[in-house]
């Protein structure tokens, strides 16, 4: 039972362009999402979070959109740089669940120069 | 950000016998930690909730007396894999959340690379 999926397991994007990571999830009680940049051999790094009374949140290049309605959340990066390559899960937590996080597959985003 | 410090980074080992992992949580206290396990190309899979003082709370077919969890501080849980197998080989990760809210970031270690021979 994949609470959290991401349905693309591979994205490659031109440098300077957008990238649109792209999760969904099952779960109605989750109500905090984040997403994790990993490099292979490592642990996940953390990126950008939102709350789910929130639909968008935004840092720097990293912006983070909340669709409730449809158990929808995507991950936008622009630009694009190349040193952004790397495995993005995306994670979900509710309050009833103590505290731990639920991943998605993850997508392997790779920026071409 | 906060820093969770896990080691060993790598541990070869022979069937059979068993191997420690550290995780610690170097500036804040956490009552929580999660272990997780990380198969190549895959997500990483909740393995067990440790909680500091009391038992751990495993996921579902999770073998608790297989990955045996101890949190004995509120700095450091040790994730314990007893009798290891070459199908236990795999990519370790802790994590914890500082308890500054309800909602907030997870910091994960470094990871374990295990290898059982």
């Known amino acids: 039972d994949q609470q959290v999926k991401q349905n693309s397991p591979s994205l490659s994007v031109q440098e300077g362009r957008i990238s649109i990571l792209n999760c969904d999830y099952t779960?109605?009680?989750?109500?905090?999402f984040l997403w994790y940049k990993k490099y292979p051999a490592e642990g996940p790094t953390f990126l950008i979070s939102?709350?789910?009374?929130?639909d968008k949140n935004e840092d720097g290049r990293f912006t983070v959109f909340l669709n409730k309605s449809a158990k929808h959340l995507s991950l936008h990066i622009v630009p694009s740089q190349p040193g952004d390559s790397a495995v993005y899960f995306c994670?979900?937590?509710?309050?009833?669940?103590?505290?731990?996080?639920?991943f998605g597959q993850g997508t392997e985003l790779s920026v071409k120069p | 950000g906060a820093v969770v410090s896990q080691h060993p980074s790598w541990v070869i080992c022979k069937s059979g016998t068993s191997v420690k992992i550290e995780c610690r949580s170097l500036?804040?206290?956490?009552?929580?930690m999660f272990w997780y396990r990380q198969f190549p190309k895959q997500s990483l899979m909740l393995m067990a909730t440790?909680?500091?003082?009391?038992?751990?709370?495993?996921e579902q077919g999770v073998e608790k007396d297989k990955f045996l969890i101890n949190h004995a501080s509120l700095t450091l849980s040790t994730l314990t894999v007893t009798s290891a197998h070459p199908e236990d080989s795999s990519f370790y990760i802790c994590?914890?959340?500082?308890?500054?809210?309800?909602?907030?970031?997870?910091?994960f270690g470094q990871g374990t690379r295990l290898t059982v021979v």
């Open positions: 500036d804040f206290q956490a009552t929580t």
């Open positions: 994670a979900a937590s509710g309050n009833n669940q103590g505290g731990k996080l639920i």
């Open positions: 939102i709350s789910s009374i929130k």
């Open positions: 779960n109605s009680m989750f109500d905090y």
């Open positions: 440790s909680n500091e003082g009391s038992k751990a709370t495993y």
């Open positions: 994590s914890a959340r500082p308890p500054k809210g309800v909602n907030t970031e997870a910091f």
